[in-house]
């Protein structure tokens, strides 16, 4: 293999390249824009920097923040510390960190937008607005919105959600998260360097009506958006027959990030999975010990024993999450109650936060620490409710 094209620069198509281009590939990265700011996205959990610790270990500006509260109706609001810190960048800043390090190591960085591709014996023309270019295998990081059907996830309008929300000129030193009557999502608002970040994300509404649930929180919490910058965009939030049907990778392809569908279908955390799914599909582009026919489903197999599995079962949880009731009240009402009353419950919720627990051992943990108080066996039912069985 000579050539690997990566089709955008984001924060997946970026880390790729830089693993390919240091194992001395010829790497060119494609992107109108190369970096760009994103007013949601910014925000690393420690899985990500302990992973990788040259994103914290940077002159890049940053914040870290190390309490969050979290509020649902009718049950106020609880405070939850973070014992390791969420690290939040402006997404530009960060993006441009990673295209930098991409071509520090020897990636080629063209900006311009990759209009169509097609198959060429055993690699592809890429067609760009300047003209036309081989490669021998491509890594789609097209994001969410990916013009090129042939390649990457293929999703329903049941497997998206929207972000929108607000930059607004404040400042403060914690994140809200305030959880909405019959709403599959939340309301965020997020320190960022210079700026809150404050936006809703949410399934099975119109943008119009999740705009109109963010505008009453912040004139509740007064909270101006007179003259603030507005943004939206769709992020993928696959349900449970997506993931069985995620098309992640074929015949001298893989998608990454948002354009392979890999984001948390809970949280709507992106970030960690974007540079995760990079590094494991240059692994996988790499590595000697699969032919070019089997690197699509080796690349698949990765996937789902790093994370892929985990992300379906936590599609499997996310209505009962957001939407369940559980003796009289909501899953999230009864969950800012345990957090309140239960350290355990706290330490899980703060584990959650910082990319360290996974959805699939959720109840066994849990179960293994009760100890037969009548709180906790109120928590034991709670469990039976809102986790399934895994399958």
Not at 30 to 55: I, S
């Amino acid at each position: 293999m000579k050539r690997v094209a990566v089709l955008g620069g984001g924060p997946a198509g970026a880390f790729a390249a830089e693993r390919l281009a240091n194992a001395g590939l010829e790497t060119i990265v494609f992107d109108e824009k190369l970096a760009w700011e994103k007013p949601c996205g910014g925000g690393l959990t420690y899985k990500a920097y302990n992973q990788y610790p040259f994103l914290i270990d940077n002159d890049t500006p940053k914040k870290f923040i190390t309490e969050t509260y979290l509020a649902a109706p009718k049950a106020g609001a609880v405070k939850v510390g973070l014992r390791r810190p969420l690290v939040i960048y402006s997404r530009m800043d960060l993006n441009r960190m990673l295209l930098e390090r991409a071509e520090n190591a020897g990636a080629q960085l063209e900006k311009t937008r990759v209009l169509d591709i097609e198959r060429s014996g055993r690699g592809w023309i890429l067609k760009t607005q300047h003209g036309s270019l081989d490669a021998d295998f491509c890594i789609v990081a097209t994001g969410a919105r990916n013009p090129l059907r042939n390649v990457g996830t293929q999703w329903t309008a049941a497997d998206t959600m929207y972000a929108l929300g607000y930059y607004v000129p404040s400042m403060q030193d914690h994140i809200d998260i305030q959880f909405l009557q019959n709403l599959e999502g939340y309301i965020w608002v997020f320190p960022r360097c210079g700026h809150l970040s404050v936006g809703i994300c949410g399934k099975g509404e119109s943008a119009q009506s999740l705009r109109a649930r963010l505008e009453r929180y912040m004139n509740e919490k007064g909270i101006s958006y007179k003259g603030a910058s507005f943004y939206g965009h769709m992020l993928p939030s696959l349900e449970s027959p997506g993931w069985k049907k995620n098309r992640v990778a074929g015949e001298g392809w893989m998608a990454v990030g948002d354009a392979g569908g890999l984001v948390d279908p809970i949280t709507g955390e992106g970030l960690y999975y974007a540079m995760r799914s990079g590094d494991l599909a240059s692994q996988v582009v790499l590595s000697e010990s699969h032919s070019l026919a089997e690197k699509a489903q080796a690349y698949c197999g990765l996937l789902r024993r790093d994370f892929a599995a985990d992300l379906e079962f936590g599609a499997t949880l996310a209505k009962r999450v957001f939407l369940g009731r559980f003796l009289f009240s909501t899953v999230p009402a009864r969950m800012v109650g345990f957090i309140r009353r239960s350290p355990r419950f706290r330490a899980l919720i703060e584990d959650l936060f910082a990319g360290t627990q996974p959805y699939l051992d959720l109840k066994g943990r849990l179960f293994k620490n009760l100890n037969g108080t009548l709180h906790e066996v109120l928590m034991n039912l709670f469990l039976q409710k809102v986790i399934p069985e895994k399958t």
